[in-house]
């Protein structure tokens, strides 16, 4: 038995991995803003922008517990839209939530985690980290911040034991895609190019793989001794993490931009 921490886990691949990893017996805390009432699953509600709450709720667990093996931080939002029309404070917002409060959240876990004698961090970043999409650059970019970090963390906690992977699914199906905040304004020369490529990313979204997938990598990086720095989840996403390895990073890129960014219906102003 496992005392594992999961942030986000009201709703879509949170909620899968919180019900998979109790079904197994583990002791699992969800943290959301809005209460999970799921049986078994202590549901803890708190911001992950706001550290001090995950300060007090992380210890609690400990108090509870004695000890925390595992921290998922898989909490995250999207916005989608042109840069050019995206304001700063919808911007700031998806930083604060998927990257700061990666960050928060395994600031007031690691304390705790290396006086538990060790643990395993996992961090929830996506493809999209490695295959920048248009139209989600806010998006793409903080899930490849959340690599960057993760690859730091790995080494600056390895001497307490701590490993840490970064998790990167392709699309999955869940509550994101109606959660994702369109641009509030999308200006004439992007508007056609936006529209298709929000209507690929959904459709792709909502045929997505089923969040139990995670669930089921996740299950078996906890059973492991040791886990790798980056998890694909997704047979056909591993392939495209790979091309992007290999191909002239140019290529790759025009590549993604071909499936998402209709450079032909491009306006002349
Ligand atoms: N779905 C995909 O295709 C896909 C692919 C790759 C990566 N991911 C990543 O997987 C993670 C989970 O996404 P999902 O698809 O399961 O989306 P989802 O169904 O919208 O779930 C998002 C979860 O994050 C929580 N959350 C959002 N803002 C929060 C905040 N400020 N504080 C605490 N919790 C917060 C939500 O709970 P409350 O609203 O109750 O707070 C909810 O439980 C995200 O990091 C996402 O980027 C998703």
């Known amino acids: 038995m496992k005392v594992i921490v999961v942030t986000g886990a009201s709703s879509g691949i949170g909620l899968a991995i919180a019900q998979h990893l109790c079904k197994k017996g583990h002791h699992v805390y ?10 078994n699953v202590k549901s803890i509600v708190a911001d992950v922008t706001v550290f001090e709450q995950l300060k007090s709720a992380y210890q609690d667990i400990y ?17 989608s839209g042109a840069i050019e029309d995206t304001s700063f404070e919808d911007a700031s917002y998806l930083m604060n939530v998927n990257f700061m409060g990666v960050f928060n959240s395994t600031k007031a876990m690691l304390p705790l985690m290396r006086k538990s004698g060790g643990g395993k961090i996992l961090n ?6 490695k295959l920048a999409i248009p139209f ?4 793409s970019a903080s899930k490849a911040a959340i690599n960057t970090f993760s690859e730091a963390l790995a080494n600056e906690v390895e001497p307490f034991g701590i490993q840490v992977t970064s998790i990167m699914p392709g699309d ?14 999308t200006s004439e ?8 490529s929000v209507a690929v990313m959904e459709n792709d979204e909502r045929n997505g793989m089923d969040p139990e997938l995670a669930a089921q990598v996740i299950d078996k990086l906890i059973q492991k001794k040791r886990i ?16 992007q390895k290999v191909l002239p990073s140019k290529l790759a ?9 209709f450079k032909k219906d491009k306006k002349k102003k």
């Open 136 to 139: 989600q650059a806010f998006y």
């Open 124 to 129: 929830m970043s996506s493809v999209a980290s």
């Open 172 to 185: 999955i199906k869940t509550g994101f895609t109606k959660n994702r905040k369109k641009n509030d304004v």
């Open 253 to 261: 890129n025009n590549i993604v931009g071909s499936i998402y960014a």
């Open 30 to 39: 969800g943290i959301s803003r809005t209460k999970l009432h799921e049986k």
């Open 189 to 196: 020369a992007y508007l056609k190019r936006v529209e298709k």
């Open 228 to 243: 790798p720095l980056y998890k694909t989840v997704g047979f056909k996403y591993k392939i495209f993490v790979w091309l």
């Open 63 to 79: 108090d509870i517990e004695g000890r925390i093996d595992v921290l998922i931080n898989n909490a995250g939002m999207g916005i």
